[in-house]
């Protein structure tokens, strides 16, 4: 890990947008940033990164064919399992009236399968720290944890409860950019 990379962010306000999730993406290429991420429902960002040189994260699908030379890797959501235990148990009167966020640890949150420039030693540290928080022996979000201005969000081995990560609404040192949106 860099403790000295920035992360510059640009809002679009979309979900789903891909002339406006081009223009932010090459915004930030033209701005010097090496790898794109994004919470967006296109692969714009990726195309634009693929095309400049860079690197891209995507987001809630496995596209790399979209941009295989860009293409990290991506977060993603399988509801599949969900919806299928849900409903067979509004169907048999065992619903609970609860919230659920999936995690890792119950299949709902996996990674997509890694670019080609992914060495194998990165892959290997990834799914050991990915398998540490299955386990429950890593929590990402543990302190100390501070926002921007320095000011102290988790102390030292304060780990954020799912009520803290729902409500965050800062940005950590190294992130350029607002919160707010």
């Not at 002339?19 to 296109?42: C, N, Y």
């Not at 990560?165 to 350029?176: E, Q, T």
């Amino acid at each position: 890990m860099n403790p000295d990379a920035t992360v510059q962010v640009s809002w679009t306000k979309t979900w789903f947008d891909p002339t406006v999730e081009k223009q932010a993406a090459e915004s930030l290429l033209d701005a010097g940033v090496d790898v794109l991420g994004q919470h967006q429902d296109t692969t714009a960002a990726g195309v634009a990164a693929e095309a400049k040189g860079a690197k891209w994260v995507g987001y809630n699908s496995d596209v790399k064919e979209a941009a295989p030379k860009a293409w990290l890797t991506a977060p993603t959501w399988n509801w599949g399992p969900y919806y299928t235990k849900t409903t067979k148990a509004v169907a048999d009167g065992t619903c609970p009236a609860d919230e659920y966020y999936g995690s890792m640890a119950d299949g709902m949150v996996t990674l997509a399968s890694f670019g080609d420039s992914v060495d194998a030693d990165t892959q290997a540290s990834i799914t050991a720290k990915g398998k540490e928080i299955i386990a429950g022996t890593f929590a990402p979000f543990t302190g100390p944890i501070s926002d921007q201005d320095g000011k102290e969000v988790l102390a030292a081995g304060e780990k954020a409860d799912i009520g803290q990560l729902l409500s965050m609404n800062f940005f950590v040192k190294g992130v350029i950019g607002s919160a707010k949106g």
